[in-house]
């Protein structure tokens, strides 16, 4: 999991598709999900640090 790209297809891979139009809602509704996918066991530890880190970065570009 090194980019934007990798977290789209992890989401992809368990059918989760997130679009709203604003890219700010999109990656933190992809925070969240990422989240639910490890809180349910559905991924391990490393891929969900690793899938949040990538997203907050996303996020901060975003931002500023």
């Known amino acids: 999991m090194t980019d934007y790209y990798s977290v789209l297809q992890l989401l992809k891979r368990f059918g989760i598709f997130i679009y709203t139009g604003d890219r700010k809602t999109d990656i933190e509704l ?3 999900e990422v989240k639910e996918l490890f809180d349910n066991g559905l991924i ?3 891929d969900y640090i690793k899938a949040q880190m990538v997203l907050k970065k996303k996020l901060n570009e975003i931002e500023n």
């Open 30 to 32: 992809m925070m969240s």
């Open 44 to 46: 391990m530890k490393e």
